[in-house]
């Protein structure tokens, strides 16, 4: 199976920050990564996909880059629905898996 | 839009069979392009791919649970399920479905709410 370690496990940052959050895989997996926000009791909702394409919707202060195995997620500007858990998932080769979590919490 | 809805026993007995389904409303199960997803997360951890299924009822399945694992799809209804025997207190779980854009790549949206499930006596 394919590990992905996302760093930090918790992020504390305040708004108007600009943060990194990046996914790091156990072996290459290409551009076959998405990005996900969750909140508390919902479920996990689509921001990016194939690394770097935004959702329809997303705003464009989320983006994504990376290649082979190390994948970041970046917030230019942090606003107060963004604080929340963020999970990287590969897509590369089954069994399809995710990454731990990041919990961005407002400091 | 495509939306998804879980639905199911939300306490199971050890050793019993969890069975949940999955509606799908605002598009059909039989498109081609798509897998028809099962994702579960336990409490306060992170997510878990459990398997899936394509319109013409190819399946893959996570192999850690593969071996008490069937996810099957009814196009007449426009759902899809999962059953997970011989369950105990470790698949104690929010578990979602969601669509997966396999044609395209294995990412996943929209998702369902999410149903708990909890395994006890």
């Known amino acids: 199976d394919i590990q992905l370690t996302q760093s930090p496990s918790f992020l504390s940052a305040s708004v108007g920050d600009r943060v990194t959050i990046t996914c790091r895989a156990s072996?290459?997996?290409?551009?076959?990564l998405a990005w996900y926000q969750q909140k508390p009791g919902k479920a996990p909702k689509l921001l990016i996909y194939?690394?770097?394409t935004l959702k329809r919707g997303v705003p464009s202060r989320f983006s994504g880059s990376g290649s082979g195995t190390e994948f970041t997620l970046t917030i230019s500007s942090l606003q107060p629905e963004d604080f929340a858990t963020y999970y990287c998932?590969?897509?590369?080769?089954?069994?399809?898996?995710f990454g731990q979590g990041t919990r961005l919490e407002i400091k | 839009q495509v939306q998804l809805q879980e639905s199911g026993p939300g306490l199971v007995r050890p050793s019993q069979t969890l069975s949940l389904t999955c509606t799908v409303s605002?598009?059909?199960?039989?498109?081609?392009?798509?897998?028809w997803t099962w994702i579960r997360q336990h409490p306060g951890k992170g997510l878990e791919w459990i398997g899936h299924?394509?319109?013409?009822?190819?399946?893959y399945y996570n192999p850690s649970l593969k071996s008490r694992l069937i996810i099957s799809l009814d196009t007449s209804k426009s759902q899809f399920s999962l059953k997970l025997s011989s369950v105990t207190a470790a698949d104690t779980a929010v578990y979602y479905c969601?669509?997966?854009?396999?044609?395209?790549?294995?990412?996943?949206?929209?998702w369902g709410q999410g149903t708990l499930v909890i395994v006890s006596s």
């Open positions: 299924i394509y319109y013409s009822g190819t399946t």
């Open positions: 072996q290459g997996i290409s551009s076959y």
């Open positions: 969601a669509r997966d854009w396999g044609a395209l790549g294995n990412w996943f949206d929209p």
């Open positions: 998932q590969q897509f590369n080769s089954y069994p399809i898996t």
């Open positions: 605002g598009g059909s199960v039989s498109s081609g392009g798509y897998y």
């Open positions: 194939t690394t770097s």
